[in-house]
């Protein structure tokens, strides 16, 4: 296993028919909606536009529960290269994002290429998952929401996803500068806290961390601060401030890197020279090209140029979208599936067995005032007539009453009545509740009816 994430695993393999070739295939669980896809997408798009910082896609499919992406291997990310090189790195990425945001700028998801090829000069960008486009199928540009979902690492994002804002594509730049600020300072003061101590932590130490930085740092960060979610950076202005760090550094283009051979740190890094070149790769690379550093004599920026916290009123987003399509856009991977309840039982009305005592409901029927006038409440009399008397022993249990169907009087939503059994502290007995004539069957006797309930057979 090489590494894993929120999301998924990334695994090393290799193929069965060629075993000196090997990739790497990143697997997720199947959920509703496919991540990898997204990613596999965004990776065919580079590959179009001839990117050379993105990694080439092999394959993309499915097996059993879980999605899964093969891919051409790369070397360390810059987070494991962090923790190796025990001095600081400084690198530059001519990685520009213009449809698309990636949400998740962190040292882990950029890795050089395999150590001992020519890859090892790049800096790949990983893990499109979170990516998102900014513009929608009319090339206009989406319409802020007014509170969007975090997305992203607590370390390194910016205070605009803190307050649940929309995020743009300066935030992707304010994410590159807390890694700068890593590397420069070898970490941050608010590494391993809580999402909210964090943000207190961004807000109140920004200024002293930057001023043990070389000016550029500072430069970038006012700069950051001029630009919405609307305003599309300057990435000219931006990209040459990080090359005077280079020019005032003496950085120069031939020199060995940190994990190259005759690097200042060639020892601790093993090249891997058995592994043959995958199809496709890249080509020799030339870090002069690459860099494209500007010539001598071109603009030197100066901290003058940037506007100060504070000297600047604070910039409004103004929309520039006719229409909001991101109401109903669902955002990123949904959450883990719920449990399905149950449905609930339905209760089947089943006929009761023989000697059991059945509850039956007074009929409800609407009557005159008249005629609710003249009811009188029957006194309650023992079973067997007004001179039958209570019988049975401590010992003994409630007798259970047979009963026969009740009549009904034209109304079809006849309710059943109610029966009450009697306790004495000593004695049981079953009494029997008279029913007002007009329920009778015509005979006038204000016997309660009997339901007689036959043994089943």
């Known amino acids: 296993m090489i590494g894993k994430g929120g999301y998924g695993v990334v695994y090393e393999v290799v193929r069965l028919n060629s075993p000196n070739t090997r990739f790497a295939c990143k697997a997720e669980l199947a ?29 993309l499919g499915s097996e059993r529960n879980f999605n899964y992406i093969v891919m051409h291997l790369v070397g360390p990310s810059l987070a494991d290269l962090r923790k190796t090189i025990p001095n600081k790195v400084v690198l530059i990425e001519k990685f520009r994002w213009r449809l698309f945001i990636h949400r998740d700028v962190k040292p882990s ?16 960008v990983l893990d499109f998952g979170l990516c998102r486009n900014m513009f929608n199928k009319s090339k206009e540009l989406r319409k802020p ?11 390194y994002c910016s205070l605009n996803i803190h307050q649940r804002m929309e995020p743009g594509r300066h935030d992707d730049f304010w994410s590159l500068l807390y890694m700068m600020i890593e590397f420069h300072l070898s970490d941050l003061p608010w590494e391993n806290m809580t999402k909210e101590n964090t943000k ?29 979610y609307s305003r599309e950076p300057d990435y000219v202005k931006l990209r040459g401030v990080l090359c005077q760090i280079m020019t005032s550094k003496k950085f120069t283009p031939d020199m060995p890197l940190d994990w190259q051979v005759g690097g200042p740190h060639d020892s ?21 090209e690459l860099l494209d550093l500007p010539k001598p004599g071109s603009k030197v920026y100066m901290d003058s140029d940037f506007p100060h916290p504070g000297e600047l009123e604070p910039p409004r987003d103004e929309s520039v979208s006719k229409s909001d399509d ?7 991977p949904p959450p883990a599936p719920k449990p399905v309840s149950k449905p609930p039982t339905k209760t089947t009305t089943e006929p009761p067995k023989a000697g059991t005592t059945v509850s039956i409901k007074p009929p409800v029927i609407p009557r005159s005032t008249i005629e609710h006038n003249s009811l009188k409440p029957v006194p309650v009399t023992p079973v067997g007539g007004a001179h039958s008397t209570l019988t049975g022993h401590h010992s003994q249990k409630p007798r259970s009453i047979r009963r026969q169907p009740h009549l009904k009087s034209g109304n079809d939503s006849v309710k059943p009545m109610t029966v009450q059994t009697m306790k004495h502290p000593t004695t049981t007995a079953t009494a029997k509740i008279p029913v007002p004539a007009h329920l009778t069957s015509g005979t006038g006797s204000t016997a309660a009816p009997v339901m007689h309930i036959p043994p089943q057979k």
Not at 220 to 225: D, F, H, T
Request: glycine share 6%.
């Open 109 to 124: 998801n950029f890795a050089i290429g395999v150590l001992g090829t020519e890859e090892e000069k790049l800096v790949h």
């Open 31 to 59: 959920l509703a909606h496919n991540n990898l896809k997204t990613e596999w997408d965004l990776m065919t798009l580079l590959k179009e536009s001839k990117s050379k910082h993105n990694i080439i896609g092999v394959e």
């Open 268 to 288: 601790i890094f093993k090249p891997l020279a058995a592994v043959l070149k995958h199809k496709g790769s890249k080509k020799k690379v030339n870090l002069t």
């Open 326 to 332: 991101t109401i109903i856009e669902k955002e990123g």
């Open 145 to 155: 929401r007014m509170k969007a979902p975090f997305r992203g690492t607590i370390p």
């Open 200 to 228: 207190k932590e961004k807000e109140t130490k920004i200024d002293s961390l930057l001023a043990r930085c070389p000016p550029e740092f500072q430069m970038i960060r006012c700069y950051l601060l001029t630009l919405t």
